[in-house]
T-cell receptor, first 110, second 115 residues
Framework: IAGITQAPTSQILAAGRRMTLRCTQD?????MYWYRQDLGLGLRLIHY???????GKGEVPDGYSVSRANTDDFPLTLASAVPSQTSVYFC?????????FGSGTRLTVV | GNSVTQMEGPVTLSEEAFLTINCTYT??????LFWYVQYPGEGLQLLLK?????DKGSNKGFEATYRKETTSFHLEKGSVQVSDSAVYFC??????????????FGAGTRLFVKA
């Protein structure tokens, strides 16, 4: 089934640890995005990539980094996790006519 | 800059009731407009879209018309079902400064449908 695969589904992480959230798409979409979703705050864009080899900062990029080595993969890395990064993280891709979202990664930083 | 405002929830309806979720936007260009739906424990799914003024998007009994004169894109359904219970997001997409599409999401409106 075409779409976006995110891993892990959920994770409990100790503060200060490094963590990479994985995102893979099989639709050959050029653009990919990482959002976090928090109760009362809606969806906030962390980083984006308009095409392989390029990335850009979104609304809340601090504490996160991304890479886009190829079209299909767009991993999100937390270099040193803090409790305020507890959230549900969604990866998405777009062909310019709407987004396809993954099922999300629920991350708890303790 | 561009923005999207949608009605606060939760909205609680009885089965077979008429649904309207209001969405208004501000934009400097000519954006495309979208409605997404998020069921519990899942990611957002594209519900419908409209790419220019007076276009009507429709899917699964839901409809929304792109009204440039009122800068609105209200979501409607004639008869809701319990299975429509979810969070609905209005969104606007336009070309950003870097050339790629930039999408802004509304805060979401939670819908509860009672049997």
């Amino acid at each position: 089934i075409a779409g976006i695969t995110q891993a892990p589904t959920s994770q409990i992480l100790a503060a200060g640890r490094r963590m990479t959230l994985r995102c893979t798409q099989d639709m050959r979409h050029n653009a990919m995005y990482w959002y976090r979703q928090d109760l009362g705050l809606g969806l906030r864009l962390i980083h984006y990539s308009n095409t392989a080899g390029t990335t850009g900062k979104g609304e809340v990029p601090d504490g996160y980094s991304v890479s886009r080595a190829n079209t299909d993969d767009f991993p999100l890395t937390l270099a040193s996790a803090v409790p305020s990064q507890t959230s549900v993280y969604f990866c998405a891709s777009s062909d310019g006519y709407g987004y396809t979202f993954g099922s999300g990664t629920r991350l708890t930083v303790v | 800059g561009n923005s999207v405002t949608q009605m606060e929830g939760p909205v609680t309806l009885s089965e077979e009731a008429f649904l309207t979720i209001n969405c208004t936007y501000t934009a400097t260009g000519y954006p495309s407009l979208f409605w997404y739906v998020q069921y519990p424990g899942e990611g957002l799914q594209l519900l419908l879209k409209a790419t220019k003024a007076d276009d009507k998007g429709s899917n699964k009994g839901f409809e929304a018309t792109y009204r440039k004169e009122t800068t609105s894109f209200h979501l409607e359904k004639g008869s809701v079902q319990v299975s429509d219970s979810a969070v609905y997001f209005c969104a606007l997409s336009d070309r950003g400064e870097t050339g790629g599409f930039k999408t802004i999401f509304g805060a979401g409106t939670r819908l509860f449908v009672k049997a």
